[in-house]
């Protein structure tokens, strides 16, 4: 290749790592992804009696749904008039051979929190918009993300957003800024970032603002479209042919 696009230092780490080579630095450009802003007239701030905390991705182990569910009750049991909606695909099996939303509401825990707890499935692109818009809280305890999208497209509507230190989480997720890390497959540490935002409206708010800024200033669509153009003149250049002003021009 010409030239290589990285969307984080961790993913190019790990993959140097993984098949024991080094990239050429002449050839590879760590740039990361961007989104279009939401289509959103506004996002409302409130401060309601049931405070919502989203999960977005698939209910498998990668993306820490286990970790989440074990975090759920004694989060429940400080706040009780939270909710959780958990959206994505909820028909994989989990390592015991059911799902983890029948494992769940089968629990003890699940039983007794089930009204606090809606299993969504997958949603159209505009429902899943809606909620990110409506929910308070944005949680995604991955135990690895190259990247993590579901950051941006909760950061775009001004959520605060909790995920985990590992892989590139921390260069989407500017710690105490516009959200938690935490370590991931600790639900210990989970359930003290969730209580944490839960009990401060006022932090959720500002990390929130602070998390559309970080999105409109880093990871906007045209954004990415600009640093697309450093990529391509590194590839012609590379390829030894001279680019061409008008090939280039933004």
């Not at 190019?12 to 992804?33: K, W």
């Not at 970790?67 to 909606?85: D, M």
């Not at 540490?189 to 990390?207: G, N, T, Y």
Request: charged share 25%; aromatic share 8%.
């Amino acid at each position: 290749s010409h030239a290589i696009r990285s969307i984080s230092h961790a993913i190019r780490r790990d993959i140097e790592e993984a098949y024991g080579f080094s990239f050429d630095p002449q050839r590879v450009l760590v740039r990361p992804l961007g989104m279009r802003p939401a289509e959103l007239t506004s996002v409302e701030l409130t401060e309601p009696d049931e405070p919502v905390v989203l999960f977005v991705g698939r209910l498998e182990q990668r993306k820490g749904i286990d970790v989440l569910l074990e975090a759920i009750p004694s989060v429940l049991e400080q706040y009780p008039r939270a909710k959780f909606r958990i959206v994505g695909n909820k028909n994989l099996p989990s390592p015991t051979g059911g799902t983890y939303a029948d494992a769940f509401r089968a629990s003890t825990a699940g039983r007794q929190w089930n009204a606090r707890v809606d299993f969504d499935g997958h949603l159209s692109e505009a429902d899943l918009l809606k909620a990110y818009a409506d929910c308070d809280i944005f949680v995604a305890p991955s135990r690895f993300e190259s990247f993590g999208l579901v950051f941006l497209e909760a950061m775009r509507v001004a959520k605060p957003v909790i995920g985990c230190s590992v892989g590139g989480m921390p260069e989407v997720v500017a710690k105490d800024e516009c959200g938690l890390l935490v370590p991931p497959g600790d639900a210990g540490a989970l359930a003290q970032a969730l209580v944490r935002l839960l009990s401060d409206p006022a932090l959720r708010r500002r990390m929130g603002q602070a998390g559309l800024a970080r999105f409109e200033a880093k990871f906007s669509d045209k954004k990415m479209a600009k640093e697309s153009i450093e990529l391509y003149r590194l590839a012609i250049e590379n390829h030894g042919a001279r680019p061409s002003e008008d090939l280039l021009r933004p």
